[in-house]
């Protein structure tokens, strides 16, 4: 028992330790985290072919496929009779994009994404045929060809109702594409190399290029800018692989960026950094809803008219009256009251306390910064 208790407590002390020490922890970041390698990027790649042996499911009749039919076909000594000779109900015209990495060699095989450009309604089920991938210089760097993968699935019934689910006019081919052609690149010839930081931010950099110094000596690295550093490098193309794997695992300790809050205007979507505070500030925030509702009051009428001592009464025409009723509710304000140097845990609370809607809350940042009291940029995406 004793035991037991002992072990608790302990436990309880680490707990109280670590909640302790916790604020002031600062977790150190590898560079291969915050930078990335001038020139040392992948290349976007694109082609135009065709996907057969689709079950209906393709452009039929569309004038582009059928003359892509007829030049692949006269491509192996066959002429088409005429154009009834071919159908494209089994044939769609696709867009085929990849990405080639960097330092990818001949031989290797990259992922690609096949995307039909006509009137096909699904891919599954087809074949790729040999697609020419190019690069931005025209050139062909790789070729595509094979079965794909379609996550989404189309149906359609003869009286015009149809289920789609996800997207089946967009397939995948895992290892799809052969690259026929190196790029190019000075990696191994430069005496230098660039880090660029994914954001910039010059009290970064410089920390970057400081530490690059700690670790090698002398002035190895040189902070460009806010976002580049330029770091000498070993001619010998034996060390130089070495020498980027040391560098990329040096870890610095980034001071806190800039206060941003970035809104999303589109899902609603708002993200407050650690660092954002606001002056003293009194805030009101309401809601007015205003009700309309348009009714139609319908009033018979008819004539009596009496002869011979009996009354007939013959129907008219019915009276209608507008009838409208205009309700107004209106909450009740609430204010809330900023002291200086509030930090995010209490703007976050504060807000939530009056039942803000993310639109509300946009409005009353919005306000802030307009009143010069929110110490932070606001990025509305």
């Known amino acids: 028992m004793k035991i037991h208790r002992s072990r608790h407590l302990l436990a309880m002390l680490f707990w109280l330790l670590a909640a302790g020490l916790y604020p002031h922890m600062v977790l150190a970041d590898r560079l291969k985290d915050l930078t990335s390698i001038a020139g040392v990027r992948p290349n976007q790649l694109v082609g135009y072919g065709l996907v057969v042996g689709l079950p209906g499911t393709g452009d039929g009749s569309s004038a582009l496929t059928l003359q892509s039919m007829r030049s692949l076909i006269s491509q192996f000594g066959v002429t088409p009779n005429s154009a009834l000779d071919l159908n494209g109900k089994n044939t769609a015209a696709v867009i085929v994009t990849a990405e080639l990495p960097a330092f990818a060699k001949p031989g290797q095989r ?73 790029v190019e690149t000075d990696f191994l010839t430069g005496d230098h190399l660039v880090l660029n930081l994914h954001q910039g931010d010059f009290t970064i950099t410089n920390q970057v290029a400081e530490a690059i110094n ?68 009194a805030v009101t925030h309401g809601s007015l809803t205003v009700r309309v509702e348009e009714n139609t009051d319908v009033t018979p009428t008819g004539n009596l008219a009496l002869a011979d001592g009996v009354a007939a009464a013959t129907p008219g025409d019915a009276v209608e009256t507008p009838d409208t009723e205009i309700t107004v509710e209106e909450e009740p304000a609430r204010a809330f009251l900023f002291d200086p140097g509030v930090e995010l845990s209490t703007i976050v609370e504060a807000i939530n306390s009056v039942g803000a809607s993310p639109a509300d809350l946009v409005a009353i940042l919005e306000s802030l910064r307009e009143a010069g009291s929110l110490r932070a940029e606001l990025v509305i995406i």
């Open 110 to 182: 990259v992922d690609v994404t096949v995307s039909t450009v006509g009137q096909s309604k699904s891919l599954r089920g087809g074949t790729l045929l040999m697609t020419p991938l190019l690069g931005a210089d025209g050139q062909t760097y790789a070729v595509a060809q094979g079965n794909m993968v379609v996550g989404g699935l189309g149906v359609e019934g003869n009286d015009g109702s149809q289920l789609i689910v996800n997207i089946p006019t967009v397939g995948r081919i895992p290892g799809g594409a052969t690259v026929e052609t190196l």
């Open 214 to 281: 700690d670790v090698f000596g002398g002035s190895v690295a040189i902070a460009l800018d806010s976002r580049s550093v330029r770091v000498r490098a070993p001619m010998d193309p034996s060390q130089k692989v070495s020498f980027i794997s040391m560098l990329e695992n040096i870890e610095i300790e980034p001071e806190r960026q800039s206060a941003k809050v970035v809104v999303n205007a589109r899902t609603g979507t708002i993200v407050i950094g650690g660092d954002v505070r606001v002056t003293p500030a």
